[in-house]
């Protein structure tokens, strides 16, 4: 969509760009290098429990339209209700994510990891319901149907791998988007999501197939 592509840069170069390797510390639950807007709408996971699950959701608001702090404001509760038509269904919700990828790949963090973040709702995944209590919540700014952006595959992976080196109790294959774990109610990240090249670029080496500098023996 053409509204999508000339959604770009807004913010300053630094943090917030789109990495290539992400650190997360596991001790506060924050990813190094993510712009970081703190949303209240979290609380404790039940005692003793990791993150297990990585739940990658879609989202745009309003929908189809791309850029903007809206879906910031959202998660901090603060969305204006007469800003858009479609501001007044969505204003009251407390949900939120750990962390979103923009279109251009920069990314934001908005709950530690090891908190509980809202963002799976009524939800099932290999018998256990109540995702939110396990899982980490990606959303990733799109539609079903708009193809995702190479920089959001890219930003994506590389903060799947943070995560996985951080918390042993995920694994790469405890990888699923919201539809998977609640089918008929929810439809993100949508048809336009390439699992094959998540899958594959979260397998692949970080700077594997960057070559270092060539130094001449003499
Ligand atoms: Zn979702």
Redo the contacts with the bound molecule.
């Keep these: 969509m053409a509204k999508g592509r000339e959604a770009g840069r807004s913010g300053p170069a630094g943090e917030g760009d789109a990495p290539s390797r992400v650190e997360v510390d596991a001790a506060s639950g924050l990813a190094r290098g993510l712009r970081q807007v703190l949303s209240p709408h979290w609380d404790l996971r039940p005692a003793g429990q990791a993150p297990e699950l990585i739940v990658v959701?879609g989202i745009s608001l309003p929908p189809g339209r791309f850029g903007g702090p809206w879906i910031d404001r959202l998660f901090c509760g603060d969305l204006p209700p007469g800003a858009d038509p479609y501001f007044a269904q969505v204003a009251g919700l407390r949900v939120s994510a750990h962390a979103l990828v923009r279109r251009d790949g920069r990314m934001v963090q908005y709950v530690p990891f090891h908190r509980r973040a809202w963002?799976a709702g009524a939800s099932s995944w290999r018998g256990r319901s109540a995702c939110n209590d396990f899982s980490i919540g990606i959303e990733l700014e799109g539609t079903d149907t708009d193809p995702y952006e190479d920089a959001q595959y890219g930003s994506l992976a590389a903060l799947v791998r943070g995560l996985l080196g951080a918390y042993p109790t995920l694994a790469p294959d405890h990888l699923v988007g919201?539809d998977q774990i609640a089918p008929g109610r929810?439809t993100?990240p949508g048809v336009s999501f390439d699992w094959p090249r998540l899958r594959q670029l979260v397998a692949a080496r970080p700077g594997a197939t960057i070559p270092g500098p060539i130094t001449q023996a003499t």
């Design positions: 959701h963002h919201h929810k993100d």
